[in-house]
């Protein structure tokens, strides 16, 4: 049965934490920097999403539903001050998708996160990143030749329809960056 309570204080820190990487907050994207105010929002989230796994474990799909176990992965997904704490999820999560409790999914993002965040080329090709001239690539990816067999093993778009996707969402932040220059 769905614990709506915990499914709902989710469902709200997810509002929390997407207000602070969302539009209007593009030029923080392009910034690469944060308001103060934000990174204190962010803290007390990662702060929110520790003590939510700790208490009740890892958010999966029959204790939040599948809303609230999006909300916790997509929290844990940017407590990246936190590796630690992301890898614990993730052996959670590996646990939880053997009995079709967690979004295969989600762990595929969260496994990336993890490894990028430790130095290591990703399994998944989820995560990218802006080179020096700004242009959006992914991270180092593992045994490329792979890559479209792990990904379709867990359900997900192709890499380069995936990589297309991200090029697409970045075009068109980019292109409402420069109109509101123009404003």
């Known amino acids: 049965m769905v614990d709506k309570r915990l499914q709902d204080r989710l469902l709200k820190l997810e509002r ?25 929002k962010e803290e007390w989230l990662h702060a929110q999403i520790r003590n939510i796994v700790n208490e ?26 936190d590796v630690r704490f992301q890898k614990r999820c ?21 496994t990336d996160r993890v490894r990028v965040n430790l130095g290591m080329p990703q399994l998944y090709g989820t995560q990218f990143h802006r080179n020096k001239v700004g242009k ?22 192709t890499f380069e329809e995936y990589r297309a996707l991200m090029l697409s969402r970045s075009w068109n932040m980019q292109k409402k960056k420069e109109k509101e220059k123009k404003d």
């Open 56 to 81: 009740y474990g890892l958010p999966t799909i029959s204790r939040v539903g599948k809303r609230g176990e999006t909300a916790a992965w997509l929290l844990i997904q940017h407590c990246d001050t």
């Open 136 to 157: 959006l690539i992914p991270r180092p990816i593992e045994d490329k030749k792979g890559l479209d067999a792990r990904r379709l093993a867990f359900g997900m778009a």
């Open 90 to 110: 993730l052996n959670r999560a590996r646990e939880a998708v053997k009995r079709k409790d967690f979004s295969p999914e989600h762990m595929a993002y969260l």
């Open 16 to 40: 929390i934490d997407q207000s602070i990487r969302t539009p209007p907050r593009e030029k923080w994207v392009y910034s690469r920097k944060m308001s103060e105010n934000d990174s204190k």
